[in-house]
């Protein structure tokens, strides 16, 4: 196995830890998610509970090669989905207030869905253009600095 295929793999292993430890804390800490919900969208707890769900199952789904794509279609999708909350946290000093964080921080935090979203395609098959590869691999390392800073 050459070294972007086990480099891969260990970034799948990591992203699935981080994917299924984050959709628990959806559970056990309901509110730090509810802080960021943007206020217009209806059923918050329930949002919440679902969307860690989605992260549960997609984290899981990648660990396998028969549920792998699937799993990161559903990261994908996900990603894509609760980008509004980051954009209420940007516009809105409540949620920065309740997360103890400024704006610039909310800002800073906004472009790292494209290499999450990056990632999980990366993920989603086992060849892929070798741009993906290295690209993926680039990013792999500042987005987890980055999230396990936060």
């Keep these: 196995m050459n070294f972007i295929k086990k480099y891969k793999l260990l970034t799948i292993y990591v992203m699935s830890i981080m994917y299924?430890?984050?959709?628990?804390?959806?559970?056990?800490?309901?509110?730090?998610?509810?802080?960021?919900?943007p206020p217009q969208l209806p059923s918050k707890l329930f949002l919440v509970y679902f969307t860690g769900l989605i992260e549960v199952v997609g984290g899981a789904a990648i660990l396998s090669t028969k549920s792998r794509?699937?799993?990161a279609y559903l990261l994908i999708?996900?990603?894509?989905?609760?980008?509004?909350?980051?954009?209420?946290?940007?516009v809105s000093e409540t949620p920065q207030s309740l997360l103890g964080i400024s704006q610039k921080d909310a800002l800073i935090?906004?472009?790292?869905?494209i290499p999450l979203i990056l990632l999980a395609y990366w993920h989603s098959k086992k060849n892929h253009p070798k741009w993906v590869?290295?690209?993926?691999?680039?990013?792999?390392?500042?987005?987890?600095?980055?999230?396990?800073?936060?």
């Design 77 to 90: 999708f996900l990603l894509v989905s609760v980008f509004p909350a980051n954009i209420y946290l940007y």
């Design 69 to 71: 794509k699937a799993g």
């Design 20 to 37: 299924i430890f984050i959709g628990i804390r959806h559970f056990t800490d309901p509110q730090y998610f509810l802080d960021i919900v």
């Design 133 to 150: 590869a290295y690209l993926s691999s680039l990013l792999f390392p500042p987005t987890i600095i980055y999230f396990l800073s936060i």
């Design 109 to 113: 935090r906004m472009p790292f869905q």
